[in-house]
């Protein structure tokens, strides 16, 4: 049972991954009022394929805020629907997850309140996602559905990390003090690129859906002074980031699992800005920001599962286990 929830754990990490990058194609679609209530859709279960199916005075049957919506679009109804729909897959996925962790009660209390905890925060987040609709996506709240979005997952990925606790091998690591004061530094700075990131997203919300979504190429021309300093301190990011993973390897055995992790670490980011500078220069390509997004997020979730790679001797003297090895690599590959 306890793998078990390792290997669960691990698909609903990956599948919170998903919903974000779903949850970035909705945005970068303007399909967020596809469907203007909730949790149904047009006061329907299963939303409509067609104008038709829609009483007459729709738009101000579900006005928002007073005011009426828009005209019905099928392909924005559906992609709001379905991203609803496995937002409620995940929240299945994460209660499975917490059922799992009961196992884990006695061997490690932490790992199953933090799986209810998790439990309880997407709960939370789907009543969020409720007041995202009914505020007409005021930029805040779609701020706010994306911060307890990392939230989760960095949960998750700290909880299903530590249950590891028996079978994880810990490495021979140097200079852990340093390390973890540049990893703290490195992690704050990037955390202060995606608040000015959604300060950059909000704009373009702001400047999109005044020109009806279309006119890309005029965008970031209009966005002003935040684009450039957010496009301008990646830079910083990626040379502090190239640094940390050059004093990482000082202090780690050859071919270790952390200096794989740090690599892709690095490469992340490499894509993060090379997806940025895509945006920045041919026209805002739909696609390119969801995936922007979640490069992102996922550079958090490497960087925090690094930092308890580093720590992870902590976690398990916190855990009581004594008797915990500790590898080097070349035990490890022996």
Known sequence: MLNTYRKFGIVTIVAVYLLILVGG???????????????????????PTD???????????????G???????T???WTEYINRLIGVLIGIFI???????????REDKLVFFLSLFSFLLVGFQGWLGSVVVATNLKPITITLHMILALVIVGLLIYTVTRSYNK????????????????????????LVQIAMGTQVREAIDHIAASLSYTMRDTWIEKIGLKFYIHRSFSLLILGLHI?????????????????TWGNVLLGLIVAEIGSGIVMAYWG?????????????????????????????????????ISSHPIYTTKEVLN
């Not at 104008?51 to 579900?62: A, C, N, V």
């Not at 997850?97 to 884990?104: A, D, K, R, V, Y």
């Open 284 to 320: 805002i390509p739909a696609i390119m920001q969801p995936v922007h997004l979640l490069l992102g997020s996922l550079i958090i979730g490497v960087q925090l599962l690094i930092m308890m790679m580093i720590n992870y001797d902590k976690i398990v003297a916190s855990q009581g």
């Open 95 to 105: 209660f499975i997850t917490f059922l799992l962790s009961i196992s884990f009660y």
């Open 243 to 259: 640094y940390l993973i050059l004093v990482l390897r000082k202090n780690i055995t050859v071919n270790s699992k952390l200096a």
């Open 167 to 190: 079978v994880f091998q810990i490495e021979q690591i140097t200079n852990k003090v340093f390390l973890n004061k540049l990893f703290v530094i490195c992690m704050v700075l990037m």
């Open 25 to 47: 194609i909705v945005r970068s679609t303007g399909a967020g009022m596809g469907c203007p209530d909730w949790p149904k859709c047009f006061g329907q279960w299963i939303p």
């Open 67 to 73: 005011k009426e919506i828009a005209d019905f679009d």
């Open 51 to 65: 104008i038709s199916q829609l009483p007459l005075d729709y738009k101000e049957k579900f006005k928002v805020q």
């Open 75 to 77: 392909f924005k109804t």
